[in-house]
């Protein structure tokens, strides 16, 4: 596999659900990202990992809850979510530094009943 | 007022024609500039990387920055209908390390 690939593609879930998805890359690259895309907004950032150690959080509830055991993987561990957090979860990685190009992966398109 | 604008759109145009997409900005640190296009269903791929004012071009795809106006285009020559997707800017300071603002897309359609 190349590039960065996520999953589930899509996930339903009700608000008391625990439920986690998956980002892997295959790059070499040593920062990853979480990203929230709705309808009509600008992509969200909600959190970086350099090297393994988060470097922001961008004032998410803390029902989202990110893991980035290594360099190559990424989980967004999700509980009690509620309706609003109905988007599109986008993973990306990029080298380390200034402005380095971000990849994406094709996103997890998640639901929430 | 939003840190980067675009117009959402769509962006109609024939088969053939030049597409012409742009964003503002208000942040003047801004110094490093993208273009991603996105199909439906898929993530942003990376299309064009630019730094500080200039054009970029390569293959059908030119890219300005005009870092005194704090305005960015892309233009796609000899549009295909394989062009049709959702068209988002980013940009980044030197100071915010990695973290990139995204403008909120422009959704082209090329009709044959």
């Known amino acids: 596999e190349t590039g960065v690939t996520q999953t589930p593609r899509h996930l339903v879930m009700g608000m008391t659900n625990k439920k986690s998805l998956k980002c892997e890359q295959h790059?070499?690259?040593?920062?990853m990202y979480w990203y929230k895309q709705s309808a009509k907004k600008p992509l969200e950032l909600m959190f970086v990992?350099?090297?393994?150690?988060?470097?922001e959080n961008n004032s998410v509830p803390s029902r989202f809850s990110p893991e980035c055991p290594n360099s190559s993987h990424l989980f967004l561990h999700l509980h009690t979510l509620q309706p609003e957090d109905s988007a599109l979860y986008l993973c990306?990685?990029?080298?380390?530094?200034?402005?380095?190009?971000?990849?994406f992966g094709d996103g997890t398109r998640l639901s929430i009943l | 007022q939003k840190e980067v604008e675009q117009d959402p759109g769509p962006l109609s145009v024939p088969e053939g024609a030049i597409v012409s997409l742009n964003c503002t900005y208000s942040?003047?640190?801004?110094?490093?500039f993208m273009w991603y296009r996105q199909y439906s269903r898929k993530g942003p791929e990376l299309l064009m990387y630019?730094?500080?004012?200039g054009n970029k071009e390569d293959g059908r795809f030119t890219a300005q920055v005009d870092k005194s106006s704090k305005y960015i285009s892309l233009f796609i020559r000899d549009s295909q209908p394989s062009d049709s997707a959702t068209y988002l800017c980013?940009?980044?300071?030197?100071?915010?390390?990695?973290?990139?603002?995204f403008g909120g897309g422009t959704r082209v359609l090329v009709k044959p």
């Open positions: 790059l070499g690259h040593n920062a």
């Open positions: 980013a940009m980044s300071e030197k100071a915010a390390g990695n973290k990139l603002t």
């Open positions: 942040n003047s640190a801004f110094q490093y």
């Open positions: 990306a990685s990029s080298q380390g530094g200034q402005a380095q190009p971000q990849h």
């Open positions: 630019t730094y500080s004012s």
């Open positions: 990992y350099n090297f393994k150690e988060q470097t």
